[in-house]
């Protein structure tokens, strides 16, 4: 089954503790990013990345980073997480840029305190 | 700053109904503009991938029209059905300098009344 899977789904962490969340897809798509989802706020993009080594920011990096080693991949890495962190977090792929439809991960929910 | 404008933000249908939702967005440096349907405990669906103006694309009971010079996009549900309740987002894709960039809109709740 084609899908984008994240992990883990929900979490809750303390300030300063390095947290990963994972994102994989099946499909060989070539562009992958995340987004964010805050209450009364549209989806805002934090990273995405047109291939493999390619990463670039998207409109609210500050607080995150990324890597893009392998095509299925893209985890979301926290260095030391903030409460303003807080968030509902999506993973997506398309097969051929932002233009294209976006496959959503199922969520990460996390919950900084 | 680019803004995506959805109205309105909550509606409430009686099954059977028809109904409709907007769209609004910068008319300038457009690319594509996305609908997806969100349904509450699930992740975001592409509903359609619009590029065109004047494009119209449908899927069984939904449909969808756009009007780039104008900067709007129309969502409409021909008899509602339970299974409709969800909220409707759209996106907007613009060509950037360097890389293109997408603007989603805060979305529209559509309730379907038994």
């Not at chain 1, 903030?82 to 991960?105: D, K």
């Amino acid at each position: 089954e084609a899908q984008v899977t994240q992990n883990p789904r929900y979490l809750i962490t303390v300030t300063g503790k390095k947290l990963t969340v994972t994102c994989s897809q099946n499909m060989n798509h070539e562009y992958m990013s995340w987004y964010r989802q805050d209450p009364g706020l549209g989806l805002r993009q934090i990273y995405y990345s047109m291939n493999v080594e390619v990463t670039d920011k998207g409109d609210v990096p500050e607080g995150y980073k990324v890597s893009r080693k392998e095509k299925r991949n893209f985890p979301l890495i926290l260095e030391s997480p903030s409460p303003n962190q807080t968030s509902l977090y999506f993973c997506a792929s398309s097969p051929g840029g932002i233009a294209y439809e976006q496959y959503f991960g199922p969520g990460t929910r996390l919950t900084v305190t | 700053i680019l803004n995506v404008e959805q109205s309105p933000q909550s509606l409430h249908v009686q099954e059977g109904d028809s109904t409709n939702f907007t769209c609004s967005f910068p008319s300038s440096n457009f690319y594509a503009l996305h609908w997806y349907r969100w349904e509450t405990a699930k992740s975001p669906e592409a509903l359609f991938v619009m590029t065109l103006n004047g494009d119209e694309k449908k899927k069984g009971r939904i449909s969808a029209t756009l009007n780039t010079k104008e900067g709007y996009s129309y969502l409409y549900i021909k008899g509602s059905q339970p299974e409709d309740s969800a909220t409707y987002l759209c996106a907007f894709i613009v060509r950037g300098n360097r890389d293109d960039k997408i603007i989603f809109g805060k979305g529209t709740r559509l309730h379907i009344l038994p």
